[in-house]
């Protein structure tokens, strides 16, 4: 009995965090992490302030739990993409994401505010953030070698660095996005280097359209 009664406060708790995420994911896409008060986010999640920071005691915790999900969920979407028939898959699925986040510009904040975090190696955002590039940098390069394996792209190129490289370009036009208040095309620039990296890893050496929009596939 005492079991069933820790399972089920443990199943209420977990239920009260997501909701606590939910609620700060709605705020910091609308209003921008800054912009957002722990309050706040205490009022829309029906709770008071000590019943809030029993979850997460500061604003910085609850940062790292929504970058965390937004990680977790672009991941996710990553893996339904269209199956790749011509070597481009891996920049279309790239422009398709950063079209994603580019939606809510509030989002791309918040990934810069972790970014910071992550430098120090004692936050819990470091240890997420270096997964997270880990994970990224494997699944772009097996989307590149899966091109080469069917006869797209070439074969002598180092995958896992040109991986690195089209992420760093993202994330720094992502800080250059926060620090102009959005005034460069965050979304054009993205598209327009790997526009001009596509003829280089085609066997075909063509120039190729990243503008259009992919979907999901259904799986």
């Not at 957002?36 to 604003?59: E, N, V």
């Not at 953030?129 to 190129?157: I, N, P, S």
Request: with cysteine.
């Amino acid at each position: 009995m005492r079991e069933d009664r820790e399972r089920g406060s443990y199943s209420v708790g977990r239920a009260r965090r997501e909701l606590i995420i939910d609620v700060a994911i709605a705020n910091f896409a609308e209003l921008g992490y800054t912009q957002t008060s722990m309050a706040k986010i205490a009022q829309d999640a029906g709770l008071t302030g000590p019943g809030l920071t029993h979850h997460f005691p500061t604003k910085k915790h609850l940062l790292v739990a929504v970058a965390e999900r937004r990680f977790h969920m672009l991941l996710q979407l990553a893996q339904q993409a269209p199956e790749d028939t011509d070597g481009t898959g891996p920049l279309r699925q790239m422009i398709w994401l950063a079209g994603l986040l580019h939606a809510q510009p509030g989002m791309i904040e918040l990934f810069v505010q972790v970014t910071a975090e992550a430098a120090d190696p004692t936050s819990a955002a470091h240890d997420l953030y270096l997964a997270r590039y880990q994970r990224v940098v494997d699944e772009l390069t097996a989307g590149f070698r899966k091109g080469v394996e069917a006869g797209h792209l070439r074969a002598d190129l180092d995958y896992d660095g040109l991986a690195r490289e089209c992420i760093a370009v993202a994330d720094g036009l992502q800080l250059q996005w926060v620090l102009t208040g959005g005034r460069i095309d965050l979304l054009g620039l993205i598209r327009n280097h790997l526009e001009r990296l596509a003829p280089a890893i085609l066997i075909s050496g063509r120039t190729v359209d990243l503008s259009a929009e992919i979907s999901p596939a259904r799986r």
